[in-house]
């Protein structure tokens, strides 16, 4: 399939040397004359790249260019300004705006060439890593300086969705803590129901922060074995002391009771569980306690 590239000038030469540049190319090209033709495109038009004059009656290339980073569909959308402004306050007006790259006019189609298929390059390989993380269930998102949350992976959002209010405003309250801190930088936070580590993996682009979430059991952790395979509270405390490789004589000396009472609650753990040998049980009580 070919890469689409979204064009916008209002200048009508412009627009029409670049649309046979576009397919020469080896692109299909869409055309805009202005912002708001491009922003109406962008309701009914998934392009690969924008290619966004700076200088246009009405909005000029830097607003058009923050309204399509507010957008959630577009915010991924490599833009590269064309500007005959090459002064360095307008290039990184560019770039403060959300662009990637900027070409000057007149333009060198050559070298426009190059830049397009550098950037489509960079964004094919960051939607690939992207897919990666979410065919596996990673709960990763971004946030800005202010805490407010961007991209997300699904099982992050589905997460973030569920969360309780206060649960959802500790969460916020962390991440504006750990934007902070340097990456690697790790916390945990909710009630006993509901406990979650968050880590900080470092800078994400563009002023973001990439973060991870996951479900802690620390200091949870027979209440979650219980609900898992039906236990007592005693047979959970025996399932956690096996998955941390005690014996039943470490576990009669922790828990105060004999190791013939450990035995016994240990073969009713093994049936609840549905295992044969404690290797197994352990195994069962990992999945539960570090499940994402």
Known sequence: MKPVILIVDDDPDTLSMLERFA?????????????NQALTLL????????????????ADGFAVCRLIKARENAADIPVIFMTGLSDTEHVVMGLEAGGVDYVSKPIVLDELAARIRVHLANA??????????ESMGAL????????????TTPEAQKLIERLEPETLAALRTQVQDNIASSPGSTATFGDD??????????DAGGGDHLFRLDRSSEGNETILLQAAFGLTPREAEVLLWTARG???????????????TVNKHLEQVFIKVGVENRASAASAATRVLFQP
């Open 140 to 151: 990763l998102f971004t946030c800005n300086n202010a805490g407010a949350i961007g991209w």
């Open 124 to 133: 094919h390989k960051a939607r690939s890593a992207l897919t990666g993380l």
């Open 193 to 202: 129901g509901s406990r979650f580590s968050l880590a900080h993996l470092g």
């Open 43 to 58: 309701d009914s038009v998934s392009p690969d790249l924008i290619l966004l004059d700076a200088v246009m009656p009405g």
């Open 246 to 260: 005690k014996s039943n004589k470490d576990m009669s000396e922790i828990l105060n009771i004999s190791a013939r």
């Open 23 to 35: 397919t020469s190319e080896g692109f299909s090209p869409e055309l805009a004359a202005n912002g």
